[in-house]
């Protein structure tokens, strides 16, 4: 596992997967599939389904909790409500609409006590009464190898939070507006920012300020990586929204079948510089306007030996 690829991750099942209306509202990237309810709902465990087995035949761990609400649409993202950090770090976060608060779920919690070293669980979610959110690396694309959480400024990114947050666990904040080509803010900076290793995309034109678009490509770059630009047609199609995983047989990056259609040859084979590329068909779940990145919560913990732990 490297620093920036966890080689272990968490996934929720859906239950009764619908794309949300309580999120609609700021949430340019979601659609209503031709479908009835329940094939909707079938149709994203089947893709769920399918998305894990291939994770796991490319050897992933992933750890799967089946959503047993009928009122959590969105609980098949769960890197929205919680996130893990290298030393043993967890932090809980609030969210912005009521729906997804009640993804969060302590059994997730319970289970990286027991399996992973854990120091510290940072809990933020007491804030939400007070109208504060900071949905995770759904609002934050955290780069482990420089200590820089990128943010996109919107409502589920409050900036006194975001504040503590990097304070607590010693990420430098690097904050920027972006919007899609009607003007409009982008909700998650992980639809527009997929950082590796040794690769980055980002959507540089989607970043207003040009001295800060210039400094976001050069800090991207400074450990040594390709910075991918990636436009605005691109975005629409997920291509922003992957993630970097470690397996035995190296480095892979998951991301949507749509996704990597919308990539061009270039960008592909600097992608295919460092990591191979593993797509995932789930053309239902991505009508909720998130896509494989938003699926994962990624595990950067060092997982407990249990076999000398009970020996001893």
């Given at each position: 596992m490297t620093v920036q690829a966890p080689s272990s991750v968490v996934m929720i099942r859906p239950n009764r997967f619908h794309p949300n209306p309580e999120t609609a509202t700021d949430n340019r990237f979601q659609s209503t599939p031709d479908l009835t309810v329940d094939e909707v709902a079938a149709n994203a465990c089947a893709e769920f389904d399918g998305a894990v087995a291939r994770l796991q035949d490319e050897g992933v761990g992933v750890h799967v909790f089946q959503d047993e609400r009928d009122d959590t649409p969105d609980a098949v993202f769960p890197n929205n409500w919680f996130s893990t950090h290298p030393g043993g770090h967890v932090a809980i976060y609030p969210m912005f609409v009521p729906s997804r608060r009640r993804e969060r779920r302590s059994d997730v919690i319970e289970m990286l006590k027991a399996e992973y070293r854990v120091q510290a669980v940072t809990d933020y979610s007491g804030l939400e009464p007070d109208g504060m959110a900071l949905?995770?690396?759904?609002?934050?694309?955290?780069?482990?190898?420089?200590?820089?959480?990128?943010?996109?400024?919107?409502?589920?990114?409050?900036?006194?939070?975001?504040?503590?947050?990097?304070?607590?666990?010693?990420?430098?904040?690097?904050?920027?507006?972006?919007?899609?080509?009607?003007?409009?803010?982008?909700?998650?900076?992980?639809?527009?920012?997929?950082?590796?290793?040794?690769?980055?995309?980002?959507?540089?034109?989607?970043?207003?300020?040009?001295?800060?678009?210039?400094?976001?490509?050069?800090?991207?770059?400074?450990?040594?990586?390709?910075?991918?630009d990636l436009t605005h047609h691109q975005i629409a199609e997920f291509a922003g929204n992957a993630i970097e995983l470690s397996t035995p047989a190296g480095l892979m990056t998951a991301m949507s079948s749509r996704a990597l259609a919308a990539l061009d040859k270039r960008q592909i084979a600097l992608i295919e510089r460092s990591t191979r590329i593993v797509p995932l068909d789930i053309p239902t779940i991505e009508s909720a306007g998130g896509s494989v990145r938003c699926m994962i919560a990624g595990l950067h913990l060092a997982k407990r030996n249990t076999n000398i732990e009970k020996s001893l």
């Open positions: 949905e995770g690396t759904g609002a934050m694309v955290i780069d482990h190898i420089g200590r820089i959480a990128y943010v996109a400024r919107s409502h589920r990114a409050d900036p006194i939070l975001l504040e503590r947050f990097c304070t607590n666990f010693g990420y430098e904040p690097m904050v920027f507006a972006a919007v899609d080509e009607s003007g409009a803010p982008v909700y998650h900076t992980n639809v527009i920012m997929t950082i590796g290793t040794h690769f980055a995309m980002v959507s540089l034109d989607m970043i207003e300020n040009a001295p800060r678009r210039l400094e976001i490509a050069e800090r991207l770059a400074e450990p040594g990586r390709d910075v991918i």
